[in-house]
Every structure is written in structure tokens, then in C-alpha cells.
């Protein structure tokens, strides 16, 4: 009863930590297109779109929470893990939409002459943009200490990216602005879009390896190397006053969870079923020190028995 208490209250806080994106993803995106409407300005109005695209996925990804912490049942192996890559993949095929076609609509109008924008007051507004998203990084950080979420984990990597893109768009904007009194000034209407432009190609990385985890983990592989390499130092660590030897690691990761499975083996032959219970926890321990969400497995290695 008290683990289950545990896992509703974490499930609760994760939902109440995620609601705070979303909101500000709404604000910053309705602000963003009144300012995008109002200085005529592609840069601001990619941003906003950008912005508001994440949030309705986000606002999904809160509605669904409860789905991820339901255990696993015969029929469903993996529980509702899986759900949450295919939203992260859908989330990543949004945004690689949404990117694509402003690039396209700011070339276009490149090509037929660009636009006339206030270049300085985008640069103050772009500033003020990076001290509220500075804010709103710092109550994200500060919540998830002891959470240790990987959707938050997601979001505060998603909200330092917007502090420094805001920084860099406004110092691009300002020095823009100083352009309009020199022998440069014919490339001011093609400011906008150029920004634009760099905005969306700087963002494009990142959903192309939202896409590339999440299917990493609707067809089941392994994680990245480097979780691997800790995943097999931890539980050989566990092992290490045991003789027994593990001969293989199958490691999947779906989702926010990973599916360990052991295949041990003993010199002796004999298994020493209340061990491997114990080991079973001492390995799952030492690897929730790194990873939140673990289930290990300790499969007898009977290949060579």
C-alpha cells in the first residue's frame, strides 16, 4: 500500500511539474504572435508557432501521465511505456513539419523582397523573452530535484535552448539595426527572414533526435552506448560477492523505463534461488542511483548446462 501511495504521489508531482510548460508555452506563444502580427516579423511569428506546436503535444503528454505508471499486465508486457515514445515521435514529426515549412515560407518571401521590420524594439522584446524563459528554467530545475523526471528532463534542456536562442536573436537584431545607417542597409528586409531561417536550422537537430530515440524504442533496441557501459558496470558491481557470472545483458529501453534482463551462470551449476532474488534488488538499487524508472530480470544462462 505505501509503494503504491509512493508511485501516485510521484505521478501527481511529475503532472503538476509538467503543467508549468505548458502554460508558459501558451502564454509565450499568444505573446509571440500579437508581437509577430505587430513589428510584421517572421522570426518572432516561427518562435510562436514553434512554441505553441510543443505545447498542445506537451498538454497531451499531461493528460496521458496516469498511463505511464499503470504496471504491467500479461497482456501488455511493457504497460504503457511505449505510448510515450510514440508521443515523443509524434512531437518530433510536428515540429520537423512546422520547421520545414517556415523555412520555405521565409525563403519565399525572401525571394520576393523581404519585409520591413523594427529591428531594435524585436531585439528588447527578444531580451525580455530570455529573462522570462530564464525564470521559468530555474522553478523547472528547482522542482525537479528531487523528481528526477525524464519528461521535465526534456523540457528544461527545451527551455535552455530558448534562453540562449532568445540571447542570440536579439543581439542579431540589435547589430541589424545598426545596419540601417550604412551602405548595408539593403539587406535590412532580408533580416527577418535570414534569422528565421537560422532559428529553424539550429531547432531542426533537435527533433531529429527526438525521432531517432523514440524509435530506438518502439522497435525495442538498446540504449545509447553510454547507458550500456553503465548499465553493465553497475551490475557487475552487484556481483561482485557472488560467483556467479553474467554472460549476457539484454537492455531495452521503452520510454522512460529499462528492461534489464541478466542471463547468469554459477561454476558449480547450481542456482541458489534466494541469491538471486537478492541480487535481482541489489542490482535494481544500485541502478536506480543513475536510472529512475529499472526492472531487472535474472534468467539462468542454460547454453552450456
Known amino acids: ?28 506563444s499568444v505573446i509571440e504572435i500579437i508581437m509577430a502580427f505587430y513589428v ?10 514553434y512554441d505553441f506546436a510543443e505545447a498542445i503535444v506537451l498538454g497531451i503528454v499531461v493528460f496521458l501521465i496516469p498511463l ?53 524594439l524585436i531585439g528588447k522584446f527578444e531580451f525580455v523573452l530570455a529573462i522570462i524563459c530564464t525564470v521559468v528554467l530555474i522553478i523547472l530545475i528547482h522542482m525537479n530535484k528531487n523528481q528526477n523526471s525524464i519528461l521535465v528532463d526534456a523540457e528544461i534542456v527545451g527551455w ?53 530515440e523514440s524509435i530506438k524504442n518502439i522497435v525495442l533496441f538498446a540504449p545509447e552506448d553510454e547507458i550500456v557501459k553503465e548499465i553493465k558496470k553497475c551490475a557487475s558491481e552487484a556481483f561482485d560477492d557472488y560467483a556467479y557470472e553474467i ?3 539484454d537492455i531495452i529501453q521503452t520510454g522512460r523505463k529499462l528492461w534489464i534482463e541478466l542471463y547468469v551462470k554459477s561454476p558449480s551449476n547450481m542456482l541458489n534461488v534466494a541469491q538471486l532474488q537478492h541480487l535481482k534488488f541489489r542490482s ?22
Open 1 to 28: 500500500m505505501g509503494k503504491k501511495s509512493k508511485i501516485e504521489k510521484r505521478m501527481k508531482t511529475e503532472k503538476q511539474m509538467m503543467k508549468l510548460p505548458v502554460y508558459a508555452g501558451i502564454m509565450f
Open 40 to 49: 510584421n516579423s517572421q522570426a518572432i511569428l516561427m518562435d510562436s508557432i
Open 68 to 120: 505511464f505508471y499503470k504496471p504491467v499486465s500479461e497482456r501488455k508486457p511493457f504497460g504503457y511505456a511505449q505510448v510515450e515514445s510514440l508521443l515523443i515521435l509524434g512531437k518530433g514529426l510536428l515540429l520537423i513539419a512546422v520547421t520545414i515549412g517556415l523555412i520555405f515560407s521565409n525563403v519565399q518571401m525572401m525571394i520576393h523582397g523581404g519585409n520591413q521590420t523594427n529591428h531594435e
Open 160 to 212: 535552455k535552448i530558448d534562453v540562449f536562442s532568445s540571447i542570440g536573436v536579439g543581439i542579431a537584431f540589435f547589430i541589424s539595426s545598426l545596419l540601417e545607417e550604412t551602405s548595408l542597409a539593403w539587406i535590412s528586409p532580408y533580416i527577418d527572414q535570414m534569422i528565421a531561417i537560422i532559428i529553424a536550422c539550429i531547432m531542426l537537430p533537435q527533433p531529429i533526435q527526438m525521432i531517432r
Open 247 to 249: 554472460t549476457f545483458y
Open 284 to 305: 535494481e538499487e544500485a541502478l536506480r542511483d543513475k536510472f529512475k524508472d529499472v526492472d531487472v530480470q535474472i534468467t539462468p544462462d542454460l547454453k552450456d548446462a
